[in-house]
């Protein structure tokens, strides 16, 4: 089954093996709750280690989360920049969020209908995702994914309708 990120572990807290986590989820709550099994992942090496979650807690933009078989914080220190992947399941997402890889491959329009470019990568900032979007023959364009920005999203054409303001382009 594919599998989607949930986050990346960004540090180590203590000695026991806890790491920090740089969330990329918009329900971090239910994704991370005790028992879960997700797939560490080095995108680098391909690396990958299955892991059940064992705790994990907010703590101030972050989340703290500790793995069954990451005991100590030698094992830890090596999980920095793993991604944390969990099994993709339609149905979880409501009305209005998406996954990352459903939009990636989207074309982008203006609200007159003219061809902006091509989604090709989904970037996680403290305050909003952003599209990356790739064009013709101009610099790859940043676009807030919010709703000043975005109008509207159809799946099924895999078109994305921006609101362009000036200097956006």
Known sequence: MEQVSIGKI???VGLRGEVKVFVTTDFPVQRFKKGRKVTLLNEETEE???SIIVSARKVKDRFVVTFDNI?????ADKMIGFLILIEKQQDELPHGYFFHDDLIGCSTIDEENNLIGIVYKIEDYPAHRTL???RQESPDVLVPFIKAFIKS?????REIIIKVIEGML
């Not at 005991?71 to 094992?75: L, R, S």
């Not at 999203?153 to 054409?157: G, I, L, Q, S």
């Open 132 to 134: 990356r979007i790739k």
């Open 71 to 75: 005991n100590i914080i030698e094992e």
């Open 153 to 157: 999203v159809n799946m099924e054409k």
């Open 48 to 50: 990958s280690l299955t």
């Open 10 to 12: 960004i540090g180590t």
